[in-house]
């Protein structure tokens, strides 16, 4: 029997270590290894890019969480979607993005890796009929997010893994907003999985990173090999940091969801909150598919002020507990307005978000004092 979520987060890849016994993975702080005779390697370690044993715990804690058999880690989620792309495509080829797409996953796409010749179509991957439209002769990949960032938008997984299956085509599902704890797409038929580990994995904002995860042999080496000869790896210090993160993550997005369910509550009834964003609404278009694909439905939160721009950002800068910051995930509440910060690339855009629009990432905090505080900042 596979032991539970809980408690692969806390012991999968993290035995007590066969050295001092200290039982929590040490901080390899090495640069290289010594050798027994040239070639006599210890533990199959040479040098720290290719491989840490710090690094190597949290690849397995990973791989575990989201029911792959492999996963490498990298300095950043754009770092991990950097390696993903160019293991698994070549000039020529095209790949679908969300017409909604995180901000710096279209910015890699659009200004970089098109210049070394990858075409590239957004498309509202909600409608599964537009994206099999979208697939042309040299399409490689589909990358999906779901939800996505920061309306919410919701895409059926399984639906897209079938389609995906069906033009032998890759499926990507940067799984970031979910966490393996509240969706897994490997189990429903996606190749692999993109995590910005900076998010709730690490779950405290305290430090930065990647991962991909797969079951598929060829890719996980191929992506090996980029993250080798690339080089773009977390530090031990930063392998430590997601680990210790991790171990709560189950916890800690309970409490995610308690709170932004409550809070959603709340700003529904609210005279000054027009739409709400939030996947658990029945009124929310992909409500069914996130029922069927996700345990829960999340810590992020978006909404409009009946009043516009200016009014939104007002509640941004009266709020006393939600900081107004980008990023999201960590146990702290944070505020953001997506318009002009971290979508502000998208105005006149096909990503264009409504400038009204307010972003919540909803923290562990007292729900009673987040909702006094976000009350108040509505006036
Ligand atoms: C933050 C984020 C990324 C990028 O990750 P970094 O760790 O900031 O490089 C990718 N996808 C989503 C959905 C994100 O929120």
């Given at each position: ?227 080798n000869s690339a080089g773009a ?16 993550l189950g916890v800690r997005m ?126």
């Open positions: 029997m596979t032991d539970g979520f809980a408690t692969r987060a806390i012991h999968a890849g993290q035995e007590p270590d066969p050295n001092t016994g200290s039982v929590i993975t040490p901080i390899h702080a090495t640069s290289t290894y010594a050798q027994d005779g040239v070639g006599g390697l210890r533990q199959g370690y040479e040098y720290s890019r290719t491989g840490n044993p710090t690094r190597t715990a949290l690849e397995e804690v990973l791989a575990a969480l989201e029911n792959g058999q492999h996963a490498r880690a990298f300095a950043s989620g754009m770092a991990a979607t950097d390696a993903i792309l160019r293991a698994t495509m070549r000039p020529g080829d095209h790949l679908i993005i969300p017409d909604d797409a995180y901000g710096g996953t279209f910015r890699l796409i659009d200004k970089v890796l098109a210049g070394w010749g990858i075409e590239y179509t957004p498309v509202r991957l909600s409608d599964v009929d537009a994206v099999r439209s979208a697939i042309r002769p040299n399409t490689k990949v589909l990358w999906v997010e779901t939800p996505t960032n920061p309306l919410l938008g919701i895409a059926d997984i399984a639906a897209l893994a079938q389609l995906s299956h069906d033009t032998g085509t890759t499926l990507v599902v940067d799984n970031t907003f979910a966490s393996p704890y509240l969706q897994q797409p490997l189990e429903l038929g996606a190749k692999v999985v993109l995590h910005s580990t900076t998010k709730y994995l690490g779950g405290h904002s305290d430090v930065v990173g990647g991962a991909m995860i797969t079951s598929d042999e060829q890719l996980a080496s191929d992506v090996a090999f980029l993250q790896v977390p530090g031990p210090f930063d392998a430590f940091l997601t680990m210790r993160g991790l171990k709560t309970d409490r995610h969801c308690a709170n932004a369910e409550r809070i959603v509550a709340a700003l529904q009834s609210h005279p000054k909150v027009g739409r709400v964003y939030y996947p658990g609404l029945e009124s929310h278009p992909g409500h069914e598919v996130a029922a069927k694909q996700m345990n829960q439905f999340g810590g992020m939160v978006s909404f409009t002020h009946v009043d516009g721009e200016q009014a939104a950002l007002e509640v941004c800068s009266r709020t006393r507990l939600f900081t107004l910051a980008e990023s999201l995930g960590g146990i702290e509440s944070l505020v953001e307005h997506p318009g002009k910060m971290t979508h502000a690339s998208t105005a006149g855009s096909l990503l264009q978000v409504p400038s009204e629009l307010v972003r919540l990432s909803v923290g562990i905090e007292e729900v009673d004092d987040l909702l006094d505080d976000l009350l108040s900042a509505l006036g």
